[in-house]
């Protein structure tokens, strides 16, 4: 029997694959070669799970950001690059359906990720492009609060349009490059982008 870390890694991953609501515990049961009893000895239900699943995913995100903030924290340009690679790199495995499935059938375990996103990633995000445009590498003209609604929130909506998933056509580098390092690339002082031109052309 695998532990509990592994089956909240397994549940997960089917549930990002399928939907929260389509992947049922009877499927679960049977893809582990479980009992459905046996869940239900260590979870009260469905809800539970997926929660505790989608929990230990946004840890290790906020684990892999603040790493990455740690090490490019002498450049927020460099690190808000980095934070929405990551994301990229974590939704390619998302079912475009399942953040909708989970907004319809679970709003409390929604509100976590929600929560992640708006009072944590957000707030980094802008937090970083304040320290940009302070140490000049954003023009002061640039309006950073209109920017960010326009270009860095709620990446999943731009990526997971009605009947479009952009994971199947573009990788997440290309997306990276056109969904975040040209807008960033455009905001940017001459003085900065003189200066790491391979920011830009990585």
Excluded: W
């Excluded at 684990?63 to 939704?91: A, H, M, W």
């Excluded at 059938?105 to 990633?121: G, K, T």
Aim: include cysteine; proline fraction near 2%.
């Amino acid at each position: 029997m695998i532990n509990k870390d592994q089956f909240l890694e397994f549940a997960l991953s089917k549930f990002l694959k399928f939907g929260s609501k389509r992947f049922t515990l009877d499927d679960l049961a049977h893809e582990l070669g479980i009992s459905k009893k046996t869940i239900y000895e260590n979870f009260k239900g469905k809800e539970e799970i997926i929660r505790e699943s989608l929990e230990a995913l946004l840890n290790r995100l906020r684990s892999e950001i603040n790493q990455c903030v740690e090490k490019e924290k002498s450049d927020p340009i460099l690190t808000i690059i980095s934070i929405y690679r990551i994301g990229l790199d974590t939704f390619k495995s998302f079912s475009p359906n399942f953040l909708r499935s989970l907004k319809k059938y679970y709003p409390n375990v929604y509100r976590l990720f929600n929560d992640f996103r708006e009072l944590e990633v957000s707030v980094l995000v802008k937090d970083l492009l304040s320290s940009a445009q302070e140490k000049g590498q954003i023009r002061q003209d640039v309006n950073l609060s209109l920017t960010y609604q326009l270009y860095f929130n709620r990446m999943e909506h731009i990526l997971y349009a009605e009947k479009t998933n952009f994971f199947e056509k573009f990788t997440p580098e290309e997306l990276l490059n056109h969904v975040i390092i040209n807008n960033l690339r455009g905001i940017s002082t001459k003085s900065y982008l003189d200066k790491n031109d391979a920011v830009f052309l990585s």
